[in-house]
C-alpha cells in the first residue's frame, strides 16, 4: 500500500502542473500587435475579440510589471523588457486582466517592444473590462515571435 501511495503522488503532482501550466498558453498568431504604445482591448465575451498571442521564445524573466490596474472599465499595465541579448527581435508583452476565481479573461493588452539587445525598455498597455469584471487580476507574459 505504501508503495502504491508513493508512486500516486508524484503523478498526481505532475498532473496538476501540467493542468496549471495549460492554462498560461496564449492563442498563437501569425502577426503580432505593431503598436509600440500598446493596444486597447475589449473584454472577452464582447463584440470585440481578445488580441491573440503570438508563439515564440519566451522572455518573461527579462520582463517586469511595476503597474497594473484592476478596477475601472480602462485599465493600464506598465513595466520594463529587458531586450534579449541571445535571441533575436521584438519583444510581444501581453497583459491578460483575469478573474483570479474562474481564469476567465476579462481582457487583454498587448503590445511589441523593439531595441537593441540588452536595452532597458519601458512598455505600457491598456484593455477595456465589462463592468461586471469581478476577483481581477493581470497576468504577464513576453515572447520573442517565431519567424
Not at 38 to 65: C, H, Y
Not at 99 to 122: F, I, L, P
Not at 130 to 136: G, K, L, Q, T, Y
Amino acid at each position: 500500500m505504501t508503495k502504491r501511495r508513493n508512486l500516486i503522488l508524484p503523478i498526481a503532482a505532475a498532473a496538476l502542473a501540467v493542468a496549471g501550466l495549460a492554462g498560461c498558453t496564449g492563442t498563437p498568431s501569425t502577426s503580432p500587435s505593431s503598436s509600440s504604445a500598446g493596444t486597447k482591448q475589449g473584454a472577452a465575451g464582447g463584440s470585440t475579440p481578445l488580441p491573440t498571442i503570438p508563439t515564440g521564445t519566451g522572455v518573461i524573466s527579462a520582463t517586469k510589471m511595476d503597474s497594473c490596474e484592476t478596477t475601472g472599465s480602462n485599465v493600464t499595465a506598465k513595466g520594463t523588457v529587458t531586450m534579449p541579448k541571445d535571441t533575436k527581435g521584438d519583444v510581444v508583452v501581453s497583459v491578460s486582466w483575469v478573474n483570479s476565481k474562474n481564469s476567465s479573461v476579462y481582457g487583454r493588452g498587448v503590445t511589441t517592444v523593439k531595441g537593441a539587445a540588452g536595452d532597458k525598455k519601458e512598455w505600457t498597455t491598456t484593455a477595456t473590462l465589462p463592468a461586471n469584471a469581478d476577483s481581477v487580476s493581470c497576468v504577464l507574459g513576453a515572447v520573442v515571435p517565431g519567424k
